[in-house]
Every structure is written in structure tokens, then in C-alpha cells.
Nanobody, 118 residues
Framework: QVQLVESGGGLVQPGESLRLSCVGSGFTFSNYRMSWFRQAPGEERELVAT???????NVAHSVEGRFTISRDNAKNTVFLQMSSLKPEDTAVYYCHADSIYLQNNEYWGQGTQVTVSS
């Protein structure tokens, strides 16, 4: 059974940091491009950051310089290090896996809430 389990969300003040983790199981993690998406209330889900199977990364302009994505294939885990958090970063953050070999083969985690508020 495929699972993506996120953790690390919570309530923080503006300017603080959080590290999200997502552990995958039930699939060959290293064969998947891993991404973090987020969805704020009333908004569409948006792509935050992606790391390829080879470790190349890309982040959205809105979080560039503040967020870093990384992966540890030995631990089937993808991370999102978030610093200098802003209230507009408040959202549910979702982990996403996308096969590099198979079309339409993707998985989603259940999401973890990140709230940035003073």
C-alpha cells in the first residue's frame, strides 16, 4: 500500500522556521520526482518546490531564498526547510510523488497544516 506521510507542521510566528518531512512507502521512492504543494483557504493548490530523482531542485518564486527542498533516498524522505516564514505562507502543505517512468502515476499525502501568525 502506497503511503506518503507528512509531519512537522505547526503554529509559528512570522520570521521563524519549520522543517516539514514526508516519508514514502509502498513504492520505489528513488524513481519519483518529489514535490511540495500548498493550499490556503479559498485558494487553489500551488506548487512550492520540486526535487528530481537526481536531486535537482526548483522552488516557486514566492518562496525563493526562504524555502529549500531536499531528499534522502536511503530514508525514503523528502524535506521542506522553511525559514523567514510569513503569514501568507499559512496553508496546508502536501507531499506529492510523480513517477519518472510511468505516466499518470502519482501519489499525494494527507497534508500538514502550517500556520504563521503573531
Amino acid at each position: 500500500q502506497v503511503q506518503l506521510v507528512e509531519s512537522g507542521g505547526g503554529l509559528v510566528q512570522p520570521g521563524e522556521s519549520l522543517r516539514l518531512s514526508c516519508v514514502g512507502s509502498g513504492f520505489t521512492f528513488s524513481n519519483y520526482r518529489m514535490s511540495w504543494f500548498r493550499q490556503a483557504p479559498g485558494e487553489e493548490r500551488e506548487l512550492v518546490a520540486t526535487v528530481t530523482s537526481g536531486g535537482n531542485t526548483n522552488v516557486a518564486h514566492s518562496v525563493e531564498g526562504r524555502f529549500t527542498i531536499s531528499r534522502d533516498n536511503a530514508k525514503n524522505t523528502v524535506f521542506l526547510q522553511m525559514s523567514s516564514l510569513k503569514p501568507e505562507d499559512t496553508a496546508v502543505y502536501y507531499c506529492h510523488a510523480d513517477s519518472i517512468y510511468l505516466q499518470n502515476n502519482e501519489y499525494w499525502g494527507q497534508g500538514t497544516q502550517v500556520t504563521v501568525s503573531s
